[in-house]
């Protein structure tokens, strides 16, 4: 099966082909800034390269999230696009913080603590465990703050610290988050949830924060006993 993988809900929009499991293409761009224009083109020239067609396609891959609002609704309403025109297309989402898992932390390690730069001084928060086939939750995903994600009681032995803050990568060994890396991960994941034979989970962005703008709207629009309400 060939399977286009996508990743966008951080600083680089990266694309990655698989066929059959095997990564044979890879594509990606740093800092966008208008991702839903950007993303379209980098996969057209990815394909072109590799001369596949949209309609070879059996499966696409996404990172659902968490991170960039726009990010990850740019891409997964792409995916949500090409299932309408691919007959049979099957989308895959795969959680954003296992996709870092995936890429970065080191062979020998059993555990892998991300944390991702969530602004305003918080982060979203990963505790997983390494498992045959992937990676499962330790601890439920959570945007929090930095310093009560440093200080949370966890196994920090047995954990490699993954971070896209500079200040908190190990020093020696930095991130190469100028790569295609991250949607490399999310394809092996992706095929590897394909060949387990369940079915993938729901299609539909994890942000862990709300939106400003439902924030907002709240507050213009307090229900009724609420204080403050008309």
């Known amino acids: 099966m060939k399977l286009l993988a996508l990743e966008a809900g951080g600083p680089v929009i990266s694309v990655a082909l698989f066929d059959n499991a095997r990564a044979v ?13 950007q993303l379209a083109p980098l996969v057209e020239t990815l394909l ?22 726009t990010g990850l609704r740019s891409s997964m309403a792409f995916g949500a696009g090409w299932a309408l ?6 989308l895959v989402p795969v959680p954003t913080l296992h996709a870092w898992a995936e890429a970065f932390c080191p062979a020998q390690d059993q ?28 601890l439920k995903p959570a945007l929090m703050d930095l310093a009560a994600a440093l200080s949370e009681p966890r196994p920090v032995q047995e954990a490699a610290l993954i971070s896209d803050l500079a200040y908190l990568s190990p020093e020696s060994d930095p991130l190469n988050l100028d790569s295609a890396a991250l949607a490399l991960a999310v394809g ?12 993938p989970g729901p299609w539909e962005p994890e942000y862990l924060r709300r939106s400003e703008a439902e924030l907002l709207w709240e507050r213009l629009h ?8 008309a």
């Open 25 to 37: 293409g890879q594509a990606w761009l740093r800092a966008p800034q208008r991702p839903t224009e």
């Open 48 to 69: 072109k390269r590799h001369r596949w067609k949209p309609s070879q396609l059996g499966a696409l891959g996404c990172g659902n999230g968490p991170g960039s609002f």
């Open 85 to 90: 025109a691919v007959e049979g297309l099957v």
């Open 111 to 138: 555990q892998a603590l991300v944390l991702l730069d969530g602004r305003r001084s918080q982060v979203y928060r990963g505790l997983l465990r390494r498992e045959a086939g992937g990676w499962a939750d330790v």
């Open 188 to 199: 092996r994941l992706a095929c590897r949830t394909l060949q387990a034979g369940g079915p």
């Open 222 to 229: 307090p229900a009724p006993g609420v204080a403050g309400a």
